[in-house]
């Protein structure tokens, strides 16, 4: 999963989708753990978070 620093806008809305891999700066920005994943739960959630951003900040990278 990957954001693009410059669309993201620090709603956090993504972090409420993906707690698991997302994660907020002090100033609301997301962090992602760049950690690869395949289970299916966090593949559904990813694409949850990616759905969820206003700002079409977020991607999945295979
Ligand atoms: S929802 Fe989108 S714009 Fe908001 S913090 Fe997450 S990636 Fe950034």
């Given at each position: 999963m990957i954001v693009d620093p410059i669309r993201c806008?620090?709603?956090?809305i993504c972090t409420l989708k993906f707690a698991e891999r997302i994660d907020l700066d002090k100033w609301g920005y997301a962090v992602i753990d760049s950690e690869p994943f395949e289970e299916e739960r966090l593949i559904k959630r990813a694409q949850r978070a990616v759905a969820a951003c206003p700002e079409h900040a977020l991607s999945i990278d295979e």
């Open positions: 806008k620090g709603h956090g």
